[in-house]
């Protein structure tokens, strides 16, 4: 889809009389309608050889936030090219649209109210000899220890390519990752009813996961010493126009501790000797309709890389005639939670899958499990019955790499160079520390997740492969699930010393709460590229301490 | 075990003319030694029926990082009451003590040393007119919407109780948590051998995790704006001393967002509303000898508590004859990494279980488990073939709350007030919010995970029971793994509608690497608190976004 096709769209049903008068019908004025372009997916049926797009409408009277109030069980089906309408369902006109009443989120409408919490005194984070790091040629960011491509893209949102890490001890930049981004995302709504099943997004290939990053906040999507780039992109009709601070980078200081000991009163010696850590983060957000993603790139200093999304934004809610949990019978299905009255907030998962083309030390890698195991002990080996061991299993194809993470059958997951191996012997490594787990549990014959099977495992290994950079298929838009990740891999093409592909699949079940109502606080995960014996040894041993004379002189502003 | 005994006791052995002779003749100076008093555990023998201690010794010869120079194999077994040798355990004669080269950690030591990175420049948190908490009488804690009590503790560090969130509708505060500790360690070595069997710590009951925390660093392991508490604690003679700094609190910004929405390309709207996150912390750091805990209690506006352990300082390494993996037979057996030259990094994990005595809105809570599972449609009832429900079980005995956690069988923890609904009829609760979720893995019938017994499961909920604090049980030294939270739970209580307690373990395997050589950049997981349905909707609907005007006026340093 491109934008055009996203903005235009909505407006389509106005043209088609039986849509007015169920508007109308229903007390809406058509003044006050706001609808969005929702991807059709596809369900197994052989579909006519055209564009479809599904219209679903809210009403905008009285807030800003139509999202939380739903036109319920009103579905215009439309051919995305010409735009006519294909198809009208028009169920549940016995669903009351919710109140406007508490769903605005603007500030300009909140900020007259009484808060009865106390307010925050002004906190920031201060660099006032300025940033850490440089940015050459307006992409190549250079900071500390780290240096690598950045690029804004329609599709991934953030590209960052050919990341090397300074080494401690030769001064020499190392290759870690050729090319990292979001690779495509899988959104499937837990409710397979008429208004409701066939909301299954893939927002990076339908939507375009770039195209919905708006201009960042200059002050509160990110600290004060940020700095912005642009991302430039083509309209449908070829003509570049320019998304303004979609993407920025800053330095990132929480107070955290990067490494510390201090000797315990058992030994006495008086040491104390701690390392703050401070990292550069490059961060997006993108705005897929109602739903707002925060996806960072977080640098370590210790050659740590942190993939991290946030979750934000507005649900997308459902409409229902119950005002109270005591009016819903047994029996009835909700499909989610009841957030405020005649509001649902469906149960769904999030699923973002990333496309890690490593490099560790050079293109040729091999993908290993380090599976720990309980070892029991002989009769009269050890006062001790049990205690885990490290097996080390080198994959050979992709199959051997289709991994479902299981918490009583741990491993390690470390992508090294067997051509280049540490002082001692070791293969320099980077391993994957997972974190957001959730697996997609939907039936793998479900089309949606036919089309989702990049989802079918958290992480897979492919053999580079210029067109295999989309999860989900180069193009998503209806598309049947015959183009994915999860095919690719079928083809167990051999993955041992060759130049390789890393996809990491974040996850997470949304079972939505009162507090997600009218617009969500922040919920993140993040997983871990984190090296294993890459180094000789602790990379940041020779950081310098904070010290007193070196941190910067504040005053709060004259106007406070 | 009191300081007292910790710190005689490594000396102890010097009064025994055998230990004496193995140390010379190993080519080590007296003057050098540094020995550790290390905890004898049980393994399953009928005991002697006295207090006993293990000692094992280092060289500090060229470094103050003993810790990297084992003299490894030499064990003494003392009297922990008469300080007199029981046995000495002399073998590993043949290994090297590993060189001094590298392992020194103190920048004294390091700051001439050519650094190949480039340097950073200042960067600080600021808070010009302050921070935005206070804190009454020493100990009760105010800060936007939260208050609590903060206590340093000998045994548990940092013990939070009455934590109280102010509810932004009412004005209210309401109650979350009576009590919050870390109540006990497990870090189990998984090495049978003779000198590493017995290494199967539990850091609280044995060692006392606040005995071990030591005066923070002002402006490296807090930031510049941190407030610090010091705790009072009676020596062995009963006679109160200070430990000066011991727990911090402070105010963290790290960049990040409270909620956002931005109106996408989509509808146009031009809507862009963020608001930025800060929290407060209050962290400890423990150090148990070699391994420096990092405990963060983290309070967010949006009622959510994390909880984080972060793990640094230095690992317990074991000699070894080789300096190479090229040296190494096939079938040896190394139980861990080699981190240099006759240095293994030995493979454990790390246990930190937590007492969470939650009242929510009152002391009667129940404990409910929201399992997700998939659904099958009917036929022709929907394009869909599957999608995920909640079903929600309400635990009825203890039994019923003993929860190892499965990917594939997902479920939400709830602890919820049944008699407290929300407007719609929701009961108000928290839930936990998982991480860190490495299990034990040791055969059940192990003696160490007898006592070890509390990390059979991630997650239990007990009836309060003043008696039932610490999951070791109240004597943990020597203990038998007769007094642990495994066996008050098979009493298999009623815990429905009751004053309950929520225990957690974090769990961490830890397969060394090099990068941790010398001393370990900071590793961390946490685990949240955080509430589901608490809120009538999102508790920081009304906080206000930053405004530059409000922000310091900062310089550089005069120094600088």
Redesign the interface.
Known sequence: MT?ED??SS?WAPLSDANFNRTIIDRGINLADL?C??ISTGW???KEENRRLIKVQCYSLQGT?NFYMRPIEGLTVLLDLDTKKVVHISDMGRDIPIPKSE?TD???SK??N?Y??????????????????FEIEDGHLV?W??WEFHLKPDPRAGVIISRAMV??????ELRNVMYKGMTSELFV??????DAW??KTYMDAGEYGFG??A??L?P????????YYMDGVFPAADGVPYVRSNMICV????????????????????G????????TL?VRM?A????Y?Y?VDWEFQ????IRIKV?L???LMVKGTPY????QVPEEE?L?G?????NVIGV?H?HYVTFYLDMDVDGPNNSFVK?N???E??SPG??????????NRHVAKTEKDAQI?????D?S?LHVINPSK??????PVGYKVVP?G???S???P?????MRGAFTNNQVWVTPYNRSEQWAGGLFVYQSHGEDTLAVWSEKNRPIENKDIVLWYTLGF?H?P??????????V?SSFDLK??????????????????????????????
Request: net charge neutral.
């Open positions: 934008i996203m903005s909505p706001a969005l372009p369900f197994g049926k800003a508490n989120y603007r500030y909140l900020n109210k808060s009865k919490v106390r307010l925050m005194k002004p906190i920031s984070i201060e660099q006032p000899k300025g940033p850490s250079k500390v220890n300074r080494d401690p001890d030769t001064g499937p709504y837990m409710d397979p009813t099943y066939f195209l919905q708006m201009p906040d002050l509160n999507d990110c600290p004060r010493n940020a800053f330095e990132s200081y929480a107070g955290d501790i990067g490494w510390r000991h201090a000797e315990s009163p058992i030994t006495g010696m040491i104390r000797e701690v390392r703050p850590k401070v983060v957000a705005s897929v309709a109602n707002d925060i200093t210790d050659g740590l946030g934000s934004g507005i005002v109270n949990m005591n299905k499909y939670t009841l957030l405020s009255e149960i998962d380090v720990l195991v309980r029991e002990t080996e050890s006062p001790r019955r049990s205690y885990l061991k490290a479902k993470f299981k918490l009583y741990p390690e191996l540490t002082r001692v012997g070791n974190a787990t959730a697996a549990m939907l039936d014959k479900d089309p949606p997740q079940h079972v709460c009162q507090e997600d109502f009218p617009i969500m606080p922040t993140s090296p294993v014996n890459f180094y000789e040894s602790n990379p940041i041993l020779n950081m310098p301490p904070n010290f007193e004379e070196d941190l910067p002189v504040c005053r709060a502003a004259a106007s406070a």
